[in-house]
C-alpha cells in the first residue's frame, strides 16, 4: 500500500526540523507512533519510505525526521553532526508526537539505525514513557570504533578536527571530511561494503552529501550509548547483521544483553543490505511483530 507522507516542519530553538507525518488508513483513536531519524550524515529520503509504508500498513503512525544542519531542516553551518543536537532534535519531534491527538503520548517507539541506533538507546535510558525502542545495526560503542579505524586515518582525522574546532571559534567555515569512500581512502567509512553501500542506499534527488564538519572525529571515540542500555525500562529489539564491517555485530548483541528488556535477530547481510531485498523483508517483518506484541497486541492481529 502507498502511504501519504505530510510535510511537516517542527521548531526547534529557533531552527526547523524538516519531517514526514504518516498516519494508518483507518484508524479508530490516538495509535501508536514510530518516531524515526537516519544513521550518519544520512537524510529521511534515503531507503527509509520502505520502513514508513511497512509500518504505517500495519497500524502504526511515522514521524521521520532529518537533523538540522541536514537535508531539508535548516541550521548553519550546513553538514554539522554532533551527538547532543541530533539527541535533542529527537526530543523535540518526540514532543511533538505527544502533542498530536491522533498519536498516543503513552506508545511512542524509537527507530534508529547505525548512528541513530545509539541516539534512541540514550534517549530511551533517560525518558521513561517511551514505549519501545528498535536499534538496527546500532553504533553502541566508540572504543570499539577506534580499535578498527586505521591509524593514518585516525591520526588525519583527529588533526582535521582540532583544526575544525578551532576554526568554528574563530567564526571560520567548516573544514569538511568525506564520509565514505573506497577501502584506503581518507574517509570516516572506508570499509568494502560504505561505498556502495550509500550509493545504493542514497535516492535520486536526495538531499545527501558525501562531507560531515570534521569536528565529530574528536566525539564519537568516547561515546558509548551501551553504558547506558541498564537504564532501559522499556523493550528493546537490537537488528544484528551479522557480516556488517560499519559497526562491529558483536557489540550490538552485548547492547541487546545489557538491557533488562532487549532482545535481539541475527541476519546473514552486511551493515547496508537491511535496506533492500530479503535483508529489509525479514527485519521489517521481525519489527512488525516486535511491536505487535509489546507495544499493541491488537494491531498484531490485523498486521
Not at 16 to 23: E, G, L, N
Not at 96 to 119: K, N, P
Request: charge should be negative; include cysteine.
Amino acid at each position: 500500500m502507498s502511504v501519504n507522507l505530510e510535510e511537516l516542519r517542527i521548531d526547534c530553538h529557533g531552527e526547523t526540523i524538516a519531517a514526514w507525518q504518516a498516519r494508518p488508513v483507518d484508524a479508530n483513536g490516538p495509535v501508536p507512533c514510530v518516531v524515526m531519524g537516519h544513521g550518519f550524515s544520512a537524510t529521511r529520503h534515503d531507503s527509509l519510505r520502505p520502513f514508513i509504508e511497512a509500518f504505517a500498513d500495519a497500524g502504526y503512525g511515522v514521524l521521520c525526521f532529518d537533523y538540522r544542519y541536514f537535508g531539508d531542516s535548516s541550521g548553519e553551518p550546513r553538514q554539522l553532526a554532533d551527538i547532543a543536537s541530533q539527541q535533542d532534535d529527537y526530543r523535540t519531534v518526540i514532543s511533538y508526537g505527544r502533542s498530536l491527538d491522533w498519536i498516543d503520548s503513552e506508545r511512542i517507539v524509537l527507530f534508529g539505525s547505525s548512528f541513530s541506533g545509539g541516539h534512541v538507546v540514550e534517549i530511551a535510558a533517560e525518558d521513561h514513557r517511551i514505549a519501545a525502542v528498535i536499534a538496527q545495526s546500532p553504533f553502541t560503542d566508540g572504543r570499539l570504533q577506534l580499535k578498527s579505524a586505521k591509524p593514518l586515518t585516525l591520526v588525519r582525522g583527529i588533526v582535521d578536527g582540532v583544526i575544525d574546532s578551532v576554526g568554528a571559534r574563530l567564526g571560520r567555515p567548516p573544514r569538511m571530511v568525506r564520509v565514505a569512500g573506497p577501502p584506503g581512502s581518507y574517509s570516516l567509512m572506508n570499509s568494502p561494503e560504505a561505498e556502495p553501500g550509500f550509493n545504493r542506499m542514497v535516492a535520486d534527488g536526495s538531499p545527501w552529501r558525501n562531507e560531515v564538519a570534521a569536528r565529530i572525529v574528536l566525539k564519537t571515540g568516547s561515546w558509548r550509548p551501551i553504558l547506558r542500555a541498564p537504564r532501559i525500562e522499556c523493550p528493546l529489539l537490537v537488528a544484528i547483521c551479522d557480516n556488517d564491517q560499519t559497526t562491529p555485530p558483536e557489540a550490538a548483541e552485548r547492547l541487546a544483553l545489557a538491557a533488562p528488556l532487549g532482545e535481539f535477530r541475527h541476519y546473514p547481510i552486511g551493515h547496508f543490505e537491511l535496506y533492500w531485498g530479503e535483508g529489509f523483508s525479514a527485519i521489517v517483518a521481525d519489527e512488525i511483530e516486535f511491536l505487535g506484541r509489546t507495544v499493541a497486541p491488537g494491531l498484531a492481529v490485523d498486521a
